[in-house]
């Protein structure tokens, strides 16, 4: 019969190895978790490869030590534990506990005295033992009925140290080792040992001696002056340090085999506390006992005749709600994908239409409530085959977005296993999980609903995020013009100056060579033209563009290569890739808005990009000039917020000298250089104001000085005066910024005047780059999210007011602060009056909002235009 086998772990040491093997990670609650998974990772590793039949875990509980009562200073020194690791010992005690794993931890005890103990109780009464740790300490516990089990590297790379491999590494036996410890000393825990002994000379004198107390009773036959001198000078110290490096094998605790017998857990309640911690991978091994979620639980159905089409109809007026999703080929690109139906009104039945056309009865029927996956997708799919949804009362991506925003899509699978607590089968391709996630829809809304309501997020998700799937899918769908033509002469223009920069740096450089080669550049810049090095990279020179500025002075070339990476990236960015994605169906250019990306609540565009069309430099603002209305007689309206996020600011700072020049219609960037450089206002000069403006937005993102300087190139200690000097006359900002870091320390999270929440874990970080990133989101967040969160409903109030009049004007694109229009100029004056007058009234705030509009034949070349206030 084989000897059972007691394993011990180090929770102790195995929770820091975790922590300091995996990058930090967070749920979406905003709890640290790395260390906590990395230690379940390896526990569940460990138990599928070792089957242990008793098992035990260890941990040191804060205080002091019998060992401090020896030597006061023993661990002093070592880094206090990270702010970000110590909450999750508790995460690994629950996880441990779930297991009904034994815990040991005794006060003035550490985790390695109490293993050391159970090792010895379990090995006398005929147990193996392996001890499984990532301190050495435990080595010197080796014997014939004692391993250990080392994490050497990381938390996978584990070596068994028995008797001989002991021996083999060491050339000593385990309890030499404290020997060891005791001659050489361990700065890790403060013990001095005695100087000048190292790990070689210590391994040579016990190889000799034996052990410690025959060497100091033989220092005369030790071998070096200094060596004599030093052990008869630290002998007193030596003998105390072997003694805080000895393991006590003798502490008040017993060996239980009852208790410490692995297994006879509640499987559910693991999945549980795995789920709760998001610990998803590891969920896999308690699926047997879980409901599986596959192809079986549902049957897809495709629905073709007319009479099974009109049978549905028929049924969902019965119901008066509809599950309803579309299925896409291309996401990304829902203007140019094949689109099914895909529906379901019980818990059995997915209904596939393909003939959308065929559902119009369903579609026009106001009575009818749907519940949407893919909602702004769907409703670009049917307003192509000529519908309009109407009466959405539910989505299912949106709902999850706002509860758990990340800064990506949510995605079904997730969803499935959080909300419903399943295990969802890896087989299932998308259409099936959107089929899956359908027929569990009414259980998913429920529950989603009820967070919401419970995290203050439902009036955000009803009267904000929902009824702007609307405008979003009649943005995507309608597109904009793109004068290709003007981009190809555009093309063909900026060629002619890239290729005479391209001449005249080979010209200053007395050969060819490819610019854009940054081997090529730096050879030519420090090798051939002997330029001052800035920077290496693993492959050679730097040639950044933060290196090229510093060198700008040095030599012509180098102005020459940033004009031409300026000009190339330009050509290639937009000249080049912005016409072959027009869609030869509708001439225009569909870019598609991303609802439930960014986690201030902006919105972004991908497929292209057009909210990173340039407007700062002339070369930029002419691309803009090939975005054009699409019919002729129409024009372009844009309807720009002024100062949105310095507005809501002040609202949320409430500081008086922000609140009152807005008020009173005063130039804030103005106002902020008289205070700062402390003139009068009629004597700001341009270049004063010009500073006030990136200071204004520079606070409102939290910059730091360093930035700052940077921006204004001036000195570091001029950037910090300029922010004193700010602080010292808004007050009311500096307060509000103290206060929002502290609530947001408190709670782990921060939320915008409509109540987005934005989750900040590592506000508490130890890091101090990570935490001061934190903080700055945390200051940045309430108003950039107001501020977005304030275009939304303007953007709902100015569709929904286009709409009820019947005007033509299409919303074409949102950039930032920006709403555009498409519209016929006859009606330029009444639309003009409306968007201004709706995006002005979107938001009640103590200082008012200002929408500037301007008019033109392109997106460039536009006017200010004045709004009729009696249209």
């Known amino acids: 019969m084989l000897t059972e086998r007691l394993f011990l772990l180090d929770g102790h040491s195995l ?54 009562d020896e030597y006061e200073e023993y661990k002093a020194g070592r880094k206090k534990m990270p702010d970000e690791l110590r909450p999750q010992f508790d995460i690994v005690r629950d996880f ?54 080392y994490t050497r590297k990381g938390m996978s790379d584990l070596v068994v140290y028995d008797l001989e491999k002991i021996r083999e590494d060491y050339e000593l036996e385990p309890e030499q080792l404290v020997d060891m410890k005791g001659l050489m000393g361990d700065s890790s825990d403060n ?64 060996f239980n085999e009852d208790k410490c017998r692995w297994g006879g857990f509640d499987e559910g309640e693991v999945y549980e506390f795995l789920s709760e911690f998001e610990f998803n991978s590891l969920l896999k091994r308690f699926a047997s006992d879980r409901k599986i979620l596959d192809e079986d639980n549902f049957e897809i159905k495709e629905l073709s005749s007319q009479s099974e089409i009109t049978n549905l109809i028929e049924r969902a007026k019965e119901q008066g709600e509809v599950n309803l999703a579309a299925y896409l080929d291309n996401y990304d690109k829902p ?22 056309s065929s559902l119009e009865v369903l579609f026009s029927n106001s009575s009818i409530k749907f519940n949407l996956i893919h909602g702004k997708e769907a409703l670009i799919c049917l307003r192509k085959n000529g519908f309009n949804l109407g009466n959405i ?36 391709s998308e259409k099936e999980l959107i089929a899956l996630s359908l027929i569990n829809l009414e259980t998913l809304k429920s529950n989603l609903l009820e967070q919401l309501q419970k995290d203050s997020l439902l009036e955000l998700f009803k009267e904000i995020e929902l009824p702007l799937l609307q ?18 002469s555009l093309s063909d223009k900026w060629d002619e100056t890239i290729n005479y920069i391209v001449e005249k740096a080979h010209e200053l450089a007395d050969e060819e060579f490819n610019l854009n080669s940054p081997k090529q550049v730096g050879e030519i810049l420090f090798e051939k ?27 012509p070339i180098v102005p020459l290569i940033t004009e031409y990476r300026h000009w190339s990236k330009l050509k290639s960015t937009y000249l080049d890739a912005l016409p072959p994605l027009v869609n030869p169906d509708t001439e225009r250019i569909h870019t598609s808005f991303n609802q439930m990306v960014t986690s ?104 730091s000085a360093y930035r700052l300087a940077d921006d204004l190139d001036i000195s570091r200690k001029e950037a910090e005066e300029y922010i004193n000097r700010y602080f010292n006359r808004f007050s009311g900002v500096k307060k509000y910024m103290d206060d929002i870091v502290k609530e947001a320390k408190n709670k782990g999270y921060v939320r915008t005047l409509l109540n987005r929440i934005r989750y900040i874990p590592e506000i508490n970080s130890s890091n101090y780059h990570r935490r001061s990133f934190a903080e700055r989101t945390a200051i940045n967040t309430p108003i950039q999210g107001t501020a977005a969160d304030i275009m939304k409903l303007a953007m709902n109030r100015v569709y929904q007011a286009l709409k009820s009049n019947d005007y033509q004007a299409n919303l074409l694109l949102q950039v930032h602060d920006e709403l555009v229009i498409e519209l016929p100029e006859s009606e330029l004056k009444e639309v003009a009056h409306i968007v201004k007058k709706e995006m002005e009234a979107a938001y009640s705030l103590d200082v008012p909002l200002i929408a500037d509009l301007e008019v033109g034949e392109n997106w460039k070349e536009k006017e200010e235009y004045e709004v009729d206030d009696n249209a």
């Open 529 to 555: 033209l002997g330029l001052p090095v800035i920077k290496r990279t693993k492959t050679g020179y730097s040639t950044s563009m933060s290196v090229l500025e510093k060198l700008e002075d040095k030599h």
């Open 335 to 356: 203007m140019q994908s094949n689109a099914e139906i895909i529906v379901s009104i019980d818990t059995d039945n997915v209904y596939i239409i393909k003939d959308i």
């Open 471 to 488: 405008p979003l899918a009649e943005m995507e769908y309608n597109g904009i013009k793109l004068d290709c033509d003007y981009l190809y």
């Open 393 to 428: 009362d539910f989505d299912l991506l949106l709902a999850r977005y706002l509860l758990k925003p990340s800064g990506k899509e949510p995605e079904l699978k997730e969803i499935l296993i959080d909300e419903l607590g399943v295990e969802v089968s890896e087989d299932l």
């Open 15 to 68: 929770v820091h190895r975790a922590f300091y093997a995996l990058p930090l990670l967070t749920n979406s609650d905003g709890d640290y978790t790395n260390a906590a998974f990395g230690f379940a990772r390896m526990f569940f590793s460990l138990m599928d490869n070792e089957s242990p039949d008793l098992l035990s875990v260890a941990f040191d509980l804060e205080g002091p030590t019998f060992r401090h």
């Open 600 to 703: 201030t609540g902006r919105l972004s565009s991908t497929n292209p990009n057009l909210q990173n069309i340039p407007i700062r430099s002339e070369e930029g603002r002419e691309i803009r000039k090939a975005f054009v209305p699409g019919k002729e007689g129409w024009v372009l309206l844009a309807a720009d917020y002024s100062q949105i996020e310095l507005r809501v600011l002040a609202e949320i700072s409430q500081d008086e000298s922000l609140l009152k020049t807005y008020k009173e219609s005063g130039d804030i960037h103005t106002e902020t250089a008289s205070k700062i450089f402390e003139v009068e206002r009629d004597s700001v000069t341009d270049n004063m104001r010009r500073k006030a403006k990136v200071i204004n937005f520079g606070i409102a993102y939290g910059m």
């Open 191 to 254: 013990i001095p040992g005695v100087p000048g002994i190292g790990e070689k000379t210590a391994t040579k004198l016990l190889k000799e001696f034996d052990d410690m107390e025959t060497i100091l009773n033989n220092i005369d036959k030790v071998s070096g002056k200094k060596r004599k001198e030093n052990l008869r000078k630290y002998t007193e110290q030596a003998v105390m340090s072997k003694k805080l490096g000895e393991i006590d094998t003798d502490a008040p605790i017993d």
């Open 96 to 149: 441990l506990k779930v297991l009904n794993v034994p815990i040991f931890e005794k006060e003035t005890y550490e985790a390695d005295d109490l293993i050391g103990t159970l090792a010895k109780q379990a090995a006398d009464n005929g147990y193996d033992v392996v001890i499984v740790t990532g301190d050495r300490d435990a080595l010197q516990l080796v014997d014939e009925n004692i391993n250990v089990m």
